[in-house]
């Protein structure tokens, strides 16, 4: 019986994606890449190349518009939601951040820390952009944001 379940699952999503728009189902084939490009920059390369993901956007590039922020953070929650792996908030912001700049577009991830209810600690990621929350919305208010200068690479000693 659990076979059969499965396979109407299946097909229940292959025809919601055969029903969803062209456009977007480039979009989340977009998103889908660039969260596994991101997962395993996480996993792999991190700390090589954290200070380019942190650095903001170059300044030819423009603020990007209100609704293109708000499809992004859509398409990366969909996205998010259909990947086989847990996709957290990091691969999401450096996600949703390659898909501005291949559009022209600039933005600013920002990494945050705090502590549980419990006292363990706890990291947070978001990606801002023209000051509007594209990713990582929520956990951003139980966080300080770290203090980072994008003009040396490294954090900013207080």
């Not at 006292?119 to 952009?129: C, D, Q, S, V």
Request: charged share 20%; with cysteine; net charge positive.
């Amino acid at each position: 019986m659990v076979g059969r379940e499965r396979i109407l699952s299946l097909l229940d999503r292959w025809k919601s994606w055969s029903a969803t728009p062209a456009k977007m189902r480039s979009l989340l084939v977009e998103a889908s890449w660039e969260l596994l490009r991101a997962r395993l920059l996480v996993a792999f390369s991190l700390r090589k190349t954290l200070p380019r993901v942190l650095k903001p956007g170059s300044t030819e590039a423009t603020n990007p518009p209100e609704q293109l922020c708000r499809d992004v953070r859509y398409i990366i929650w969909l996205a998010a939601r259909n990947v086989p792996w847990r996709s957290l908030c990091l691969p999401n912001a450096i996600a949703a951040q390659r898909m501005l700049s291949r559009r022209g577009y600039a933005s600013t991830l920002h990494l945050g820390v705090g502590h549980h209810a419990d006292g363990a600690p706890h990291a947070h990621a978001w990606l801002e952009a023209a000051g509007y929350i594209v990713t990582g919305q929520d956990g951003m208010q139980a966080v300080t944001p770290l203090p980072y200068s994008a003009a040396t690479g490294q954090l900013d000693k207080a």
